[in-house]
């Protein structure tokens, strides 16, 4: 089976610039070329792709993935990092899904402060943008100015 980029990104329900990308960053090797010059995939090259695909749905990082598939390639290898990795994310995720629900929070108490529609100039929601607001706990580096 050897597909070409357009059937592989359609057969999995990516973009075909998504796997260029794969294939940048090292998580899929360069495609073999066709005389004509297009990208052919065989079903390593599925297999490989769809895993990815599906860690990424897990939200897991580039690096993460890379790792699991070092692992992946050494059958006999001991899977306890990998469940360490798992972990880490869990409790990623958990963090995160915290700092969303602090974030929920202070929406809905901002949206609180404006019941009826008013002049911007009334308008308490912006004018509590414009004064102090607690922000929510975020991480410094990811948090926008």
Sequence with gaps: ????????????????????????????????????????YGLPEVERLNFIRNCRGLGMTLDEIRTLLTIREEPERSCGS??????????????RMAELQRLDEQLRALRQRCGNEVSAGACQILNSLSGEMSAPDVDP???QI
């Design 1 to 40: 089976m050897q597909l070409r980029i357009g059937e592989l990104a359609a057969r999995l329900g990516v973009q075909t610039e998504t796997i260029r990308y794969y294939e940048r960053e090292g998580l899929l090797r360069k495609a073999q070329r066709s005389d004509g010059n297009y990208r052919l």
């Design 82 to 95: 990998v469940n360490q990795m798992l972990d880490h994310h869990i409790r990623s995720v958990g963090e």
């Design 141 to 143: 580096g990811k948090r």
